[in-house]
Nanobody, 124 residues
């Protein structure tokens, strides 16, 4: 059974850092693009960042460029999202997602597998 398990969310003050982890099981890690999407209350879900485990390509939405870094550890089947200089507007539920299509992760549509989500709250 394919599964994505997230960890690392929590409460942090503005300017602080958090690292999210997503561990995949039951799927061929090297064949998938894995990334993070987020949804804040009352807002549309948006793609945050993703990494292709086929070729290492990465994507970041404009609002997190220079602050967030996504990386993958194939030996652990785990993708990390290091979030620095967090802002109150980063507050959201962050979902790990996986799909064979890099474009699907960028657009946040037609994604095969989802984690349950982890809450990130940034206080001002």
């Amino acid at each position: 059974e394919e599964q994505l398990v997230e960890s690392g969310g929590g409460l942090v003050q503005a300017g602080g850092s958090l690292r999210l982890s997503c561990t995949a099981s039951g799927l061929s890690f090297d064949e998938y693009t894995i990334g993070w999407l987020r949804q804040a209350p009352g807002k549309v879900r948006e793609g945050v960042a993703c990494v292709s485990n086929r070729n290492g390509d990465t994507y970041y939405t404009d609002s997190v460029k220079g602050r967030f870094t996504i990386s993958a550890d194939g030996a652990k089947n785990t993708v990390y999202l290091q979030m620095n200089n967090l802002k109150p507007e980063d507050t959201a539920v962050y979902y790990c997602a996986a799909d064979r299509s890099y474009r699907s992760l960028q657009l946040g549509n037609g994604i095969d597998y989802w984690g349950k989500g982890t809450l990130v709250t940034v206080s001002s």
